[in-house]
């Protein structure tokens, strides 16, 4: 709901107001409803204000309380705010506004540094204990609300973006070769800490760091849960997991609706945002608003899913608005999706988020979306294999379905300055999927998607589209107790009907069986899948600039042998490479990153 920056300076000088000033000022389309700033000596704060939540000014951030000594600034939303304040007055505690804000720093008041383990829902943290001199920075358990940090000798910088720390400036720009491995093996996702950038770095999800005021730090990752068969599961079948779960997921879809203004629905058409559709009027609301969005048609790709998003608006007489854009919509789209991108994402559907979110805007601040399903319950057809593929072979045979180039390729594909003498991808996930606490193969995999990869691909996509418009989204099948509960529930209920089968029996209670036996979806965009028209203008030109050239990020003869052969340029994985490599660089140039 907001924008977060700050500095800390741990050599004795003051905090650069000016840089906090910048920073703050470039985040101003995720706050567009206010601004403010705060300065403690060793550490400032600054803030970009979306109110969702205490609409007043008693809501208004940096949120200081001199009584407790405790400064904040915050990004998010806190769905268990009621009770928690509720639980905190009964403690002794007093508020002075009726927003989340205050009850976070109410809660560090209350339980020191475990505040954390008490909030549900999306945050990004920086507060400021004032008499133990420590800057406690905190994201939420999936990485929803995104943390990004600025360290050199003596300072630490942190924003909700990487843009906003450039313009902050004196940030280390070269590009982290094992970044940009990462970004290249793993359809452009580039997981915590990392970041394209060598001096930029996030925070990961799940994790409090304490900075005390000499610089030192400490992390804590306060939340991971088991993927294995829970003694308290014990004789489970189908049916109950089927019960449990829609429980799970109707206790998150009502969470969501927290909120002093309206909270309407990214409606796909899709199986996952139909379901929240079809909760949301279960549980008594009416008139809810409903989007959808859809482009050309091209070469028999069907470039909408309208039939879908209309049966499920008739079927709960919601409030319904189709978006139809056209082709000539997406090359500007596209130079401005790039400048809102917090970091470069390959994905083409993007695009689609951008454009959305800014018509969605115009008519709520609030809406509900169904990502992360698919990595919660098994949604992608690469995951049906594994249940057949032995535990210690997880690594090998994600790789194979995954990655979008080996690591033996990759040596023709970056310049030599960029090349790396070892298999950093594949280490990464060797090394993830291989952790204990994951019983089969198809578990390992599942936790890798949903911990590692989704915060760094659909849900920064999600959180970066529709912050660049003043729209907050909030993503139920990421809650907290779901994914906990559907970590522990055995592959073979995930997987059945093709994916997500105790998904879809939840769903036959309450929707069409058209909508939720349909081929499965993604988000299309014609033109950009194939990269061809004017969009293929844009890359060329990119990949072609003398920015480019300098920074010779990839190799010349790669980058001509895509331009010359489309068909290589499709990657196993689905993605597409040249889309991927201009991408890059047209987010570089985008951003002044020479």
Same mark, same amino acid.
């Given at each position: 709901?907001?924008?977060?920056s700050g500095?800390?300076?741990?050599?004795?000088t003051?905090?650069?107001?000016?840089?906090v000033t910048?920073?703050?000022e470039?985040?101003?389309s995720?706050?567009?409803?206010?601004t403010?700033r705060?300065?403690?000596g060793?550490?400032?704060?600054?803030h970009r204000?979306?109110t969702i939540?205490?609409?007043?000014?008693?809501?208004?951030q940096?949120?200081?309380?001199e009584?407790?000594g *405790?400064a #904040?600034v915050f990004?998010g939303c806190?769905?268990?705010?009621?009770?928690l304040?509720?639980? =905190?007055? @009964? +403690? /002794?505690?007093?508020?002075?506004?009726?927003?989340?804000?205050?009850?976070?720093?109410v809660?560090?008041a209350?339980?020191?540094?475990d505040?954390?383990?008490?909030?549900?829902?999306?945050?990004?943290?920086?507060?400021v204990?004032?008499?133990?001199r420590r800057l406690v920075?905190a994201?939420?358990?999936l990485?929803?609300k995104? *943390?990004? #940090?600025?360290?050199?000798a003596?300072?630490?910088?942190?924003?909700?973006?990487l843009?906003a =720390?450039? @313009? +902050? /400036?004196?940030?280390d720009t070269?590009?982290?070769?094992?970044?940009?491995h990462?970004?290249?093996?793993?359809?452009?996702?580039?997981p915590a800490?990392r970041?394209?950038l060598?001096?930029?770095?996030?925070?990961?999800p799940?994790?409090v760091?304490v900075?005390?005021a000499?610089?030192r730090s400490?992390?804590?990752v306060?939340?991971?849960?088991d993927?294995?068969?829970?003694?308290?599961h014990?004789?489970?079948?189908?049916?109950d997991?089927?019960? @449990?779960? /829609?429980?799970?997921?109707?206790?998150?879809?009502?969470?969501?609706l927290v909120?002093?203004?309206?909270?309407?629905?990214?409606?796909?058409?899709?199986l996952?945002?139909?379901?929240?559709v079809?909760?949301?009027?279960e549980?008594?609301?009416?008139?809810l608003?409903?989007?959808?969005?859809?482009f050309?048609?091209?070469?028999?790709?069907?470039?909408d899913?309208?039939?879908?998003?209309?049966l499920?608006?008739?079927?709960?007489?919601t409030?319904?608005?189709?978006?139809?854009?056209?082709?000539?919509d997406?090359?500007?789209a596209?130079r401005?999706?790039?400048?809102?991108?917090?970091?470069?994402m390959g994905s083409?559907?993007?695009?689609?988020?951008h454009?959305l979110?800014?018509?969605?805007a115009?008519h709520?601040k609030?809406?509900?979306s169904?990502q992360g399903?698919d990595?919660?319950?098994?949604?992608?057809g690469?995951?049906?294999?594994?249940v057949e593929?032995?535990?210690h072979?997880?690594?090998?045979?994600?790789?194979?379905?995954?990655?979008?180039?080996?690591?033996?390729?990759l040596?023709?594909?970056?310049?030599p300055?960029?090349?790396?003498?070892?298999?950093?991808?594949?280490?990464?996930?060797?090394?993830?999927?291989?952790v204990?606490?994951?019983d089969t193969?198809?578990?390992a995999?599942?936790?890798l998607?949903?911990h590692?990869?989704?915060?760094?691909?659909?849900?920064?996509?999600?959180?970066?589209m529709s912050?660049?418009?003043?729209?907050?989204?909030r993503?139920p099948?990421?809650?907290?107790?779901?994914?906990?509960?559907a970590?522990?529930c055995?592959?073979?209920?995930?997987?059945?009907?093709?994916?997500?089968?105790v998904?879809?029996?939840?769903a036959r209670q309450?929707?069409?069986?058209?909508?939720?036996?349909?081929?499965?979806?993604?988000f299309?965009?014609?033109a950009?899948?194939?990269?061809?028209g004017p969009?293929?203008?844009?890359v060329?030109?990119?990949l072609?600039?003398?920015?480019?050239?300098?920074?010779a990020?990839?190799r010349?003869e790669?980058v001509q042998?895509?331009?010359?052969?489309?068909q290589?340029?499709q990657?196993?994985?689905g993605?597409?490479?040249?889309?991927?490599?201009?991408?890059?660089e047209?987010?570089?140039?985008?951003h002044?990153v020479?």
């Amino acid at each position: 709901m907001c924008g977060i920056s700050g500095e800390a300076r741990f050599d004795g000088t003051t905090p650069d107001a000016a840089a906090v000033t910048r920073m703050t000022e470039a985040m101003r389309s995720r706050g567009p409803d206010g601004t403010g700033r705060w300065s403690d000596g060793w550490v400032a704060l600054g803030h970009r204000r979306l109110t969702i939540i205490d609409l007043s000014e008693a809501g208004s951030q940096p949120m200081v309380r001199e009584d407790l000594g *405790l400064a #904040l600034v915050f990004n998010g939303c806190i769905y268990n705010y009621p009770q928690l304040r509720e639980e =905190l007055r @009964a +403690a /002794g505690h007093t508020f002075h506004s009726t927003s989340d804000t205050e009850v976070i720093l109410v809660a560090y008041a209350q339980w020191g540094e475990d505040f954390i383990d008490h909030l549900v829902g999306m945050f990004a943290v920086g507060l400021v204990d004032r008499a133990r001199r420590r800057l406690v920075l905190a994201r939420d358990r999936l990485g929803i609300k995104p *943390l990004y #940090l600025a360290e050199t000798a003596g300072r630490l910088r942190f924003a909700s973006t990487l843009p906003a =720390l450039l @313009a +902050a /400036g004196e940030v280390d720009t070269d590009v982290d070769p094992v970044a940009l491995h990462h970004y290249l093996s793993w359809h452009s996702i580039v997981p915590a800490p990392r970041t394209i950038l060598r001096g930029v770095r996030k925070l990961p999800p799940a994790t409090v760091r304490v900075v005390e005021a000499d610089g030192r730090s400490r992390d804590r990752v306060y939340w991971r849960p088991d993927y294995v068969r829970q003694p308290a599961h014990t004789g489970w079948d189908a049916r109950d997991w089927q019960a @449990a779960i /829609g429980d799970a997921l109707r206790t998150a879809v009502a969470r969501r609706l927290v909120a002093d203004v309206p909270v309407g629905v990214l409606l796909s058409g899709g199986l996952d945002s139909s379901l929240i559709v079809a909760l949301l009027a279960e549980a008594g609301q009416e008139h809810l608003r409903t989007f959808s969005i859809g482009f050309d048609s091209r070469g028999g790709e069907v470039g909408d899913e309208f039939h879908y998003s209309d049966l499920v608006a008739r079927a709960f007489d919601t409030d319904h608005q189709r978006i139809q854009l056209a082709d000539d919509d997406l090359v500007p789209a596209v130079r401005r999706t790039v400048a809102a991108m917090t970091e470069p994402m390959g994905s083409h559907d993007v695009v689609a988020f951008h454009l959305l979110s800014e018509q969605v805007a115009r008519h709520v601040k609030v809406a509900q979306s169904g990502q992360g399903a698919d990595e919660v319950f098994a949604g992608y057809g690469y995951h049906q294999p594994f249940v057949e593929v032995p535990r210690h072979r997880a690594a090998e045979a994600f790789a194979e379905v995954f990655f979008d180039h080996e690591h033996a390729e990759l040596d023709g594909v970056v310049g030599p300055a960029y090349a790396l003498p070892g298999d950093a991808s594949g280490d990464l996930v060797g090394a993830d999927l291989t952790v204990p606490g994951a019983d089969t193969a198809l578990d390992a995999v599942l936790r890798l998607d949903t911990h590692l990869m989704l915060p760094d691909d659909p849900v920064k996509r999600v959180d970066s589209m529709s912050m660049a418009w003043g729209l907050e989204v909030r993503t139920p099948f990421l809650d907290q107790d779901l994914v906990t509960l559907a970590a522990a529930c055995p592959p073979e209920h995930k997987v059945a009907q093709g994916g997500k089968g105790v998904l879809k029996e939840v769903a036959r209670q309450v929707l069409p069986a058209e909508v939720i036996d349909r081929p499965k979806g993604y988000f299309p965009v014609p033109a950009l899948r194939n990269v061809d028209g004017p969009v293929r203008e844009l890359v060329v030109e990119a990949l072609r600039a003398s920015a480019a050239r300098q920074r010779a990020l990839f190799r010349p003869e790669y980058v001509q042998r895509l331009l010359a052969d489309p068909q290589a340029a499709q990657a196993a994985a689905g993605s597409n490479k040249l889309w991927q490599l201009g991408l890059l660089e047209l987010w570089l140039q985008t951003h002044g990153v020479r």
